[in-house]
């Protein structure tokens, strides 16, 4: 992210913070209320990053008509994982990311935090955030798009429903990367 | 002999005559020729060194071993998406084996414009015959071409475009289409499976996941080389580190991690091009959805390639990299290719989200397109930012001209060969059925920063090529400008992009610098 994108964040999240403290809200909404469910451990991502993360699957690959939904799948940690093996430069940013969705809506007609709203309200967020004309929000927006993607279509339980016939190669052969966060997130009692 | 990362238990010490630093096309030929020419040889590679046997053909698995930042990496702005090798033998793994001679045009213009000598048509000719012969580089034949393949051949002869079977570097392909994760069968002649054995045979030693840091300096000379191993599960520091102490040091750490490396070092203020006049062909991708089954996934990427609008045409002069323009661009300035991508890459590069997204991606068999790597004109830069490396990539200008052409040749042969819709894949999910609407499509397509999905795959010029340190880094015979012992061998050393995949301009160049390294540790 841009020395102007960081700029830009504080702006957004100060302005963010500006409008729920006007709405009576509150700085506890900022920072309570993000629970983990069973199996989930936090490795990579902060609990709330986290939390976020699970709605944000939720709202892109929510499943139904033959597909396997992203959180069925376990994807969010998944996508900790990644966060978690990235270098420190990507990984801040993805954690930032996550930071901006959760209190963005505000700024796009929706009151209350990203993880609070309907699954098809942050659809909307998210969509919106695409086409703003505000270069952030299309920045963290296709960011956390095409995270999440990759992971759900790269994956076979996935390819079913899209008629993909997979790789030649029968086993898979993780990287040294999947089996130290396994064995981080197992020693963690989570399910990977 | 290859030694990896979690080998190593404590500090080790090398003298050797040569040490180079990134095992891809430029450092693994450059080894391999000065190790068959009796130079004891010292290779250092940051990656992991994977055989055939790791490449399993999962994205997210092969994403991880094989790509630098895991697939993730982005220009500051977020509007390329960076490609490059993270490996022993770098880019070459996962390149799409498309293998070209620079065209003599464009040599010609680094000679003429550039000031370039010794890089010649005559002088490059013996290197490129040696190289074609080492990775059996022979045009794509009728049993390599897909359905997507087949339909661009078709759609460019039906718009009277010329047309041509891409040179590639195989043996014996099996069709898998996944040249992108890595070959499972040693088909794809990367320099894993041909410089790297062969300079391991003349007994080069190849150390893997080892970060090249420092080197360190005795007046006009580099002295040694401190790299620390890294653990390959986190990618982070392990402890131990390896010392070489060499007569030579030769960077080969590709389009990025050269210019990277080297402005680590501090050189910035002797060199001030350093990092500057970077170009990547940026990409863009235009889908599409046909009433047949395409199945763009299998077989190799790219069979037969447009080559109609490699040059840009101009009324005037044609534009030079990182000149001003003097003349109204007209069309063109890019390679043209059938498109392949794996179901996850795809996914994330089709536009939208949720519902509707996953109805596009139902139609996988029928989904397919193209891509266009377009020759840069307007340059970026690399810097290093607080310890991270940051990326600046324009555009807009020369650019950004060049991608709305690219944009719409994209569409008119899609459509031209029955694609019932065209998708741009922007944020704003642009599509179109009918060829009249390609203009207005076009036209309002934004290319303000992350609107596109754009990848990065061919980075160089950070570190070019010159008669002086003024307008460059390193001299004719790719030694740093101000060093007697430091050189550069990789794409950052061209002045400008060779407007073709650059794995063979890498390659011919690398041995131009290994008979400069040659003559001085004889």
Redesign the interface.
Known sequence: ???L?RRQLIQVGVGGAMVLALGGLGLRWLGSGYLLRAGEVAVGLSVKQLCVARALVE????G????PGGAELGLVQ?IDE?VW???E??ASD?RSALELLEHVPPLLGHMGRYSALSVAAR?EV??RM??SRR?LF??V???L???V??????DAR??P????DG???K???????????QKLVGERGGRG | MIRQGHELDRDQRESVDVCVVGSGCGGASLAAVLAEQGRSVVLVEQG?YYTK?????????ML??IDG??????S???SVSLTYGNNVGGASVHYWADSYRTPPDRLLEWRDVFGILGHSEEALAPHFAEIERDLNVHPATDEYANRMNLLVERGARQLGWHVARVPQARKAC?G?G?CMQGC?YDAKQSQLVTYIPRAVAAGARLYSDLRAERLEWSGRKASALVGRVLD????RPRGPTLRVEARVFVIAAGGYGTPDFLLRQGLKAQLPELGEHLFVNPCPMVHAIFEEDVIQ?RNIPAAWGVEEFRLARYHGPRRVFGRPSQSRYLEGGYLFMPNQL?????????PG???A??EL??Q??KLGGTICWIDDVEPGRIRI?GG?R?IEMPLTGGNGQRLRDAWKKQAQLLLAVGAKQVLFGD??DTRIERAEQIEAAVRQLSI????N?LGAPHPGGGARMGASPRDSVVDHEHRVHGFDNLFVADPSVFPSPPSVDPSLTILAFSRVAAAAVAARTS
Not at chain 1, 161 to 164: C, K, N, P, S, V
Not at chain 1, 171 to 181: I, R, V
Not at chain 2, 53 to 61: A, I, K, P
Not at chain 2, 69 to 74: N, V
Request: charge should be neutral; aromatic fraction near 8%; proline fraction near 6%.
């Open positions: 992210m841009s020395d994108g709202a892109l690959v929510p139904g008509d033959g597909f998944r990644e093996a990235a270098d430069g990507m993805l659809g998210f969509e695409l086409r270069d299309v920045q927006a296709i960011g798009k095409q995270l993607q990759i992971c759900y279509y790269a996935v390819w429903a899209i008629g993909y790789p030649w190669i086993e898979a052969k993780p990287p040294a990367s999947a089996l130290a966060y | 992991g046997d790791d490449f399993d053909q999962r994205e997210l698995n991880a071993k930042g895991r697939g993730l990496h982005a500051d702005d977020v099996r898998s996944h499972s390959r599960a986190t990618g996934w794996q179901p996850g890459l795809l996914g994330a590069v089709l989200i949720g519902r997204h996953a991606m139902r996988l068999p930012d991270r940051r944020a704003q303000r920063p992350a609107r999905v």
